[in-house]
C-alpha cells in the first residue's frame, strides 16, 4: 500500500493506492488528522509532496507547510513507515513533460492516465471510475504517488 500526501497550511489531501495504483480512498483532512489517525495504522510507503527552493522571498504559509511536511515524516518514522519526499517540479515533469504545467494540467493528464476520458476515469455515482471521489488537493497527492511510482523515487 502506498499513501501519498499533498501537505498543506492545515489540510493535507491524500490517497491511500494498491500496489497495482488502484485507488483505495482518497479525501482531505486536517494536518493534525494525518498524524494522529491517517499514518499510524498505515503498513506501507508514505509518499509526500515536497516544497523546493525557488530562489525568491517565501512567506508564513510556506513555512508552516514546511513544518508539518516534517511532522509528517517525524511521524512516519516513529511508526518505521519507509518516507519519500517528491518535488512539484518531479510531478510536472513527469506527467506534462513541462514544469510550467498548472494544477488543471496534471489533473487531465490523471485523467488521461486512468481513462480514455473523465467518465471513464471519474464516473458518476451511478456508474464510479477508478478515480471517483478524488476531490480538491486529493488529485495532487494522486500525482505524487504516480510520479514517484512511475521513477520520480527520492528518498531524501
Not at 494522529?36 to 513555512?63: F, N, T, Y
Not at 456508474?127 to 471517483?132: M, T, W
Amino acid at each position: 500500500m502506498l499513501l501519498a500526501l499533498d501537505p498543506g497550511t492545515n489540510e493535507t489531501g491524500y490517497v491511500v493506492l494498491t500496489d497495482d495504483l488502484t485507488v483505495r480512498r482518497a479525501g482531505n483532512v486536517a494536518n493534525d488528522e494525518v498524524v494522529k489517525s491517517l499514518l499510524p495504522p498505515h503498513r506501507g510507503q508514505v509518499v509526500c509532496e515536497d516544497i523546493k527552493a525557488m530562489g525568491m522571498p517565501i512567506g508564513d504559509d510556506v513555512l508552516v507547510t514546511v513544518f508539518w511536511i516534517g511532522r509528517f515524516y517525524e511521524c512516519a518514522r516513529t511508526y518505521g513507515l519507509p518516507f519519500a519526499r517528491v518535488a512539484r517540479r518531479a510531478v510536472k515533469l513527469h506527467l506534462c513533460g513541462n514544469t510550467q504545467a498548472k494544477d488543471r494540467n496534471i489533473r487531465q493528464a490523471l485523467i488521461d492516465l486512468y481513462g480514455p476520458g473523465k467518465e471513464t476515469a471519474v464516473g458518476t455515482k451511478g456508474a464510479p471510475g477508478p478515480l471517483y471521489g478524488v476531490k480538491d488537493h486529493a488529485w495532487q497527492a494522486l500525482a505524487t504517488a504516480v510520479t514517484w511510482d512511475g521513477g520520480g523515487r527520492s528518498a531524501r
